[in-house]
């Protein structure tokens, strides 16, 4: 008996990916992230900036419904408060409406508190944020707004 045997080659399975191919799939990955997150942060700023006049159109209704209601604005020691709660300092107003004129008021995209003075610089009042620092002056993030000024020097 004669038997044959019959050998056959079979290839030497791969048994996964070598250290190059991950480098260079976690280089275009980390590339490609850099280029769409890039685009997102200047957004977010600019989101930022559009609440804050969103904010800012909220409570100058609010506060015309108190003056129509108190004949005068709040003052700057009465502050946005009274549109929240009764204020207990002079001038007290005699028609405040039951409940408030804001529920409560939230803080800018910042996480400071909304700032209010009477008579403004330029027109009844002034409502105004300090920035993304919360100090006065600045330029980009850390930039003033006002109320009264729509201009947006971020973009």
Known sequence: MNKSVQLTYRPKLQQ???????MVVLII???MTAAVAGK??????EARV????????????????????NYRYP??????????EKPLID????????????ERLSPDPWGNQYLYSVPGEKGDY???TYGADGVAGGTGPD?????????????
């Open 50 to 69: 559009t609440q804050v006049r969103a904010d800012f159109r909220t409570i100058e209704g609010q506060l015309k419904l108190y003056r129509l209601d």
């Open 75 to 84: 003052t700057t020691e009465q502050g946005l408060q009274a549109l929240v």
């Open 143 to 155: 930039k003033d707004l006002y109320n009264w000024d729509d201009t947006d020097e971020s973009k």
């Open 29 to 31: 990955i980390g590339v």
């Open 91 to 102: 001038p007290v107003p005699r028609q405040w409406q039951s409940g408030g004129y804001i």
């Open 40 to 45: 997102f942060f200047g957004k977010a700023e």
């Open 16 to 22: 996964g990916f070598s250290f190059i191919e991950i």
């Open 126 to 128: 002034d409502i105004y």
